[in-house]
């Protein structure tokens, strides 16, 4: 049960309406993650607006949802593990390769380069080394790409302790335990 108030669709007013209505266009509802946040507009905005703004970037969608995968399951958010499970699987990667993102592994060299680099990222609290950046651009990851990846690090962390501060209720097939 969410420990913070849901504001659902047709409790909200303006501003919180207008990005409710943008989030119906754009995926048939309001999940229940959005619909915690909605209690601050300008907190909800500050999400969506960075994923929208990282979306434009030269990471591919399999990259990023890797980078997601990783990080939610290392915080222990089965919510975002779950909902973006399901995400990496329209974006084409296979169930295997799911599961293998979640523990910062690929069988794809370029990936695995770049979950190396995402735990290293997180376990030294950004304080990578140089050979653990230049293993990362020897993968063929450009400096924006870097940029990126650490910004989905911040990015889904953002949402990974948002949905246990909130006790956000699953509203996406519930991802297999590893």
């Known amino acids: 049960m969410p420990r913070l108030k849901t504001i ?8 919180l309406k207008e990005i409710y209505d943008d989030l119906t266009s754009q995926m048939g509802k309001v999940v229940n993650i959005f619909q915690g946040m909605g209690n601050s507009p300008a907190a909800l905005k500050a999400y969506l607006s960075m994923s929208a703004a990282l979306a434009e970037g030269d990471l591919s969608p399999e990259d990023r949802e890797i980078i997601y995968l990783a ?14 499970a399901l995400l990496a699987k ?28 995402v735990r290293r990222v997180i376990a030294s609290k950004g304080f990578v080394s140089d050979e ?47």
């Not at 910062?104 to 190396?116: G, I, M, N, R, V």
Request: net charge negative; charged share 20%.
């Open 8 to 15: 659902g669709p047709n409790e909200a007013q303006p501003p």
């Open 71 to 84: 990080v939610s399951e290392q915080n222990g958010c089965h919510y975002c593990v779950s909902a973006h």
């Open 90 to 117: 329209r974006v084409g990667l296979a169930d295997d390769a799911i599961r293998a993102a979640r523990q910062f592994q690929s069988s794809d060299p370029k990936h695995e380069a770049l979950l190396t680099f």
């Open 132 to 178: 653990e950046l230049q293993a990362v651009k020897s993968a063929g990851y450009s400096d924006g790409q870097i940029a990126e990846a650490v910004g989905y690090i911040g990015l889904a962390t953002f949402s990974n302790l948002f949905n246990h501060v909130n006790g956000t209720e699953l509203d996406f097939p519930a991802a297999e335990k590893i």
